[in-house]
């Protein structure tokens, strides 16, 4: 569920974030459309930030996870009878 929400969250923020990087040449400086695009950018990369940072802890929680499977019990020897 967290691959599906964080690859819909990217293609959002990718989106958002070349949209107003598209209207930035278009815009005057120091007007509100700039301000909003500037906005906009940021907002598109925070969100771009946030879903890789999620695909990147849900793929270390299930190595982590699929390594508790794999790790071998304590040894435990009999003791020899003399």
């Not at 990217?10 to 989106?15: P, W």
């Not at 459309?33 to 771009?48: E, F, P």
Request: aromatic fraction near 2%; proline fraction near 2%; hydrophobic fraction near 50%.
């Amino acid at each position: 569920m967290i691959e599906t929400a964080s690859r819909a969250l990217l293609s959002l923020g990718c989106f958002v974030g070349v949209g107003a990087a598209l209207m930035l040449p278009f815009t005057e400086s120091g007007s509100a459309a700039r301000i909003v695009s500037v906005l906009a950018l940021l907002l598109g990369l925070g969100t771009v930030a946030g879903a890789v940072a999620a695909r990147l802890l849900a793929a270390r929680r299930h190595r982590t996870d699929a390594m508790t499977d794999l790790t071998d019990d304590d040894v435990t020897t009999l003791e020899e009878t003399p």
